[in-house]
């Protein structure tokens, strides 16, 4: 299989780069670095790989994406600018980006296909934060409607792309039937090689663990979240491509557990002050703060108490169980940055 992959060097893009290398299909991967790193591919010379063409270019300007999208048989589609502290402090650039890149890239396959390209299969990363910023989102249906606050929220820049972003893909598909078009609304997913640079909680938590400073919580921590290990994620994913009936098919991508932001940042102390009692012989390790959001994001915010995935569409299609629990992909988290940042515990 031939395989085209935006947002190449970002979290889920890397990670699905190097499942498709696994299975020796041929990847084309573009990123232009402005949220993603070569970090993630350059370690075990997956970027050396013979079946790899790794191309740093903007999605919006780029001259190859015709040649790509051509070339292609299934198309990955994860570039976008993301993270809340990104969002907040450009949520122009957010939304425009995020728009036109996607809209650039479904039109070139409109392109591709009008000059007689046969079948090709495109998947959207969308998000759960299209199913609004309500008090609570758990239960959501895939049908259901997606929302946008009223007024001046910097966070619903993003939202706003995501929703642009499945009716687009959605337009394409109802007309080219040769498009095998599947969104994915991936709540929390985690694992190795995720930054917390642009506000992602758990390596940002864990890396302030390890380094004994302290560990910000915002609001009270009561706030609850689901987190999906990112081997559990691209399984969902395979398995939604391979349902003969999922052209122009939406599902909720995530894991059922869910967990209070504090406890989730007690969890993560807990594990790393036993391996600090256990090698040393004495406990050292960092305290939890609370923080007001307006210390984190510039901007009215407004937060979801709880938001939990409802995954009955896609189980009751596919099969599909996340396999990885909290705890295993914590600890495989805390590992992967002690050894990459090299900290002892």
């Known amino acids: 299989m031939r395989v085209l992959i935006t947002g190449a060097a970002g979290f889920i893009g890397s990670h699905l780069v190097k499942y498709h290398l696994k299975l020796r299909d041929e990847v084309w991967g573009l990123d232009n670095l402005v949220t993603g790193s070569l970090e993630s591919l350059s370690q075990d010379n997956w970027l050396d790989h013979p079946n790899l063409r790794f191309e740093r270019a903007d999605l919006l300007t780029t001259p190859s994406l015709s040649r790509a999208v051509n ?23 957010v939304l425009s980006q995020n728009i036109q890149g996607c809209e650039r890239l479904l039109l070139t396959v409109q392109e591709e296909v009008m000059r007689g390209k046969q079948e090709i299969q495109v998947l959207i990363a969308s998000s759960s934060c299209v199913y609004g910023s309500g008090k609570e989102v758990v239960g959501k249906k895939e049908e259901e409607p997606m929302t946008v606050l009223s007024g001046f929220y910097p966070q619903e820049a993003y939202t706003a792309s995501k929703v642009a972003n499945e009716l687009t893909g959605l337009c394409l598909c109802s007309k080219l039937p040769q498009v095998h078009l599947v969104i994915a609304r991936f709540f929390n997913v985690i694992g190795p090689y995720q930054t917390g640079k642009y506000g992602m909680v758990v390596p940002s938590l864990v890396l302030q663990a390890l380094k004994k400073e302290p560990m910000t ?5 009561k706030q609850t979240r689901s987190f999906c290990h990112i081997q559990d994620a691209i399984e969902a994913c395979q398995r939604a491509f391979l349902l003969p009936r999922s052209q122009g098919e939406i599902f909720n991508i995530g894991s059922p557990e869910e967990i209070s932001i504090l406890h989730l940042a007690e969890k993560i102390l807990a594990k790393i002050k036993i391996q600090s009692v256990s090698k040393l012989g004495h406990s050292t390790h960092a305290k939890i703060i609370f923080l007001p959001y307006e210390d984190g994001y510039q901007g009215r915010f407004s937060e979801t108490l709880r938001r939990v995935p409802c995954i009955q569409k896609l189980t009751k299609l596919t099969g599909f169980t996340p396999q990885i629990s909290l705890d295993e992909a914590l600890d495989e988290i805390i590992t992967f940055y002690q050894n990459s940042h090299k900290i002892s515990p």
């Open 71 to 93: 070339w292609a048989d299934r198309i990955y589609h994860m570039a976008a600018l993301l993270g809340l502290k990104r969002v907040f402090q450009h949520p122009f650039e």
């Open 217 to 221: 919580v915002y609001g009270t921590g």
